[in-house]
């Protein structure tokens, strides 16, 4: 059993995010989305609301496991005996970045790989970051991430 992890901190989980685990769901035989936290980075939402939102945006892909783990992720990765690291790549500027990260695991997750899965190309500007400032000023985000993440988003900046 081929086992792969998509890492990331999905705050909030986007159409680009929903592309890439569904992609990478077709090819392997299980795959763990793992909510990482960061104590480092400030978040808009929990790592709790955040794997909610992931959860319900990939319920029917039977072979997804959502989890969260803080730490790195070459513990995750043996502690679940993962074979596979999952990276999207959406431009340039982020093969640089994913090109350290890939080389960095390589040294730390013994005998795992990195496989990079270049996001569709309607997805290739977008960012959790950008999908919280439009929502900030109120503007629509609907066109980038599903009417559930949508309300939660909304709901979090109500505030």
Same mark, same amino acid.
């Given at each position: 059993?081929?086992?792969?992890?998509?890492?990331?901190?999905?705050?909030?989980?986007?159409?680009?995010?929903?592309?890439?685990?569904?992609?990478?769901?077709?090819?392997?035989?299980?795959?763990?989305?793992?909510?990482?936290? *960061?104590?480092?980075?400030?978040?808009?939402?929990? %790592?709790?609301?955040?794997?909610?939102?992931?959860? #319900?945006? =990939?319920?029917?892909?039977? *072979?997804?496991?959502?989890?969260?783990? $803080?730490?790195?992720?070459?513990?995750?990765?043996?502690? *679940?005996?993962?074979?596979?690291?999952?990276?999207? =790549?959406?431009?340039?500027?982020?093969?640089?970045?994913?090109?350290?990260?890939?080389?960095?695991?390589?040294?730390?997750?013994?005998?795992? #790989?990195?496989?990079? =899965?270049?996001?569709?190309?309607?997805?290739?500007?977008?960012? $959790?970051? =950008?999908?919280?400032? %439009?929502?900030?000023?109120?503007?629509?985000?609907?066109?980038?991430?599903?009417?559930?993440?949508? $309300?939660?988003?909304?709901?979090?900046?109500?505030?």
């Amino acid at each position: 059993m081929i086992k792969a992890a998509y890492p990331g901190s999905f705050d909030p989980i986007t159409f680009g995010h929903i592309d890439i685990a569904r992609r990478a769901s077709r090819l392997f035989d299980e795959l763990h989305v793992v909510v990482m936290e *960061n104590k480092q980075k400030r978040y808009a939402f929990t %790592v709790e609301e955040r794997m909610e939102m992931v959860r #319900e945006c =990939l319920k029917d892909v039977p *072979n997804i496991r959502v989890e969260s783990f $803080s730490g790195l992720l070459a513990e995750y990765t043996l502690k *679940n005996k993962i074979n596979v690291v999952i990276r999207g =790549l959406r431009a340039v500027t982020d093969f640089e970045y994913e090109m350290q990260m890939a080389l960095a695991n390589k040294e730390i997750l013994n005998g795992v #790989e990195t496989v990079f =899965l270049m996001t569709d190309k309607s997805f290739s500007f977008l960012s $959790s970051s =950008l999908v919280k400032e %439009v929502a900030s000023f109120g503007g629509k985000i609907s066109q980038w991430v599903p009417a559930y993440v949508e $309300s939660k988003v909304f709901e979090k900046f109500a505030r």
